[in-house]
């Protein structure tokens, strides 16, 4: 049941851009993306519900394709603060709190 | 300042012997959950609680326990630990969307 995210990891340098993928071999409710800097607690950037929504803030958006059962993280001229391992955390209905599932992660470092 | 707080932060302990894992948080979130961190598996569920006297087995139950006898707090127990236990633990609160997480705590079991 555990999400499968795409690519594992990934290098840039600052300001190209990244796609990190996420998809579930079940229907999703919604999906949260997260990010984890090395030695510190997964924070959390966004939330994406049922309905094909697309969200974002600053440079950082997300899109949730719920036909497919997948959300896409999108970093748009990325810089060195965004290095760190994001991981999509999948909900399978609106019974809040059962079945919430994380991503194994997907490593990105920014290089100057 | 919202937060999460876990003790202790770092544990080595050694087969067998008893421990507890503190998490407390000053949110008012009904919603309380332990996940163990391992390189390669993301984050993976232990426990979850959905209010008061109420918890749930997540993922990877075997080997824990927990309780929720206050709103703030939801301690982790470790019975009988056993070297599969060593892992990076997370406690995380929320309502209904973003969670929160402690600090972690690092235990090793030798």
């Known amino acids: 049941q555990q999400p499968v995210q795409s690519p594992q990891a990934v290098i840039l340098r600052e300001g190209e851009d990244a796609v990190i993928n996420c998809s579930s071999s079940k229907a999703l409710y919604s999906v949260h993306w997260y990010r984890q800097k090395h030695g510190e607690a997964p924070v959390f950037l966004m939330i994406l519900l049922k309905g094909g929504e697309q969200k974002g803030h600053d440079k950082i958006s997300a899109s949730f394709n719920e036909k497919k059962q997948q959300s896409s993280l999108y970093l748009t001229a990325s810089q060195l603060s965004y290095s760190g391992t994001y991981f999509c955390g999948t909900e399978f209905s609106d019974n809040y709190g059962q079945n919430f599932v994380f991503g194994p992660g997907t490593r990105l470092s920014v290089l100057p | 300042e919202a937060q999460v707080t876990q003790n202790p932060r770092y544990l080595i302990t050694v087969t067998g012997k008893k421990l507890t894992v503190t998490c407390s948080q000053n949110m008012n979130h009904e919603y309380m959950s332990w996940y163990r961190q391992d390189p390669g598996l993301g984050l993976r569920q232990i426990y979850y609680?959905?209010?008061?006297?109420?918890?749930d087995k997540g993922d990877v139950p075997e080997g824990y326990k927990v309780s929720r006898k206050e709103k703030r707090n939801f301690p982790l127990i470790l019975e009988s630990p056993s070297p599969n236990q060593t892992s990076l633990y997370f406690c995380?609160?929320?309502?209904?969307?973003?969670?929160?997480f402690g600090p972690g705590t690092r235990l090793t079991v030798l």
């Open positions: 609680s959905m209010n008061v006297e109420v918890t």
């Open positions: 995380a609160s929320s309502k209904r969307d973003r969670k929160f």
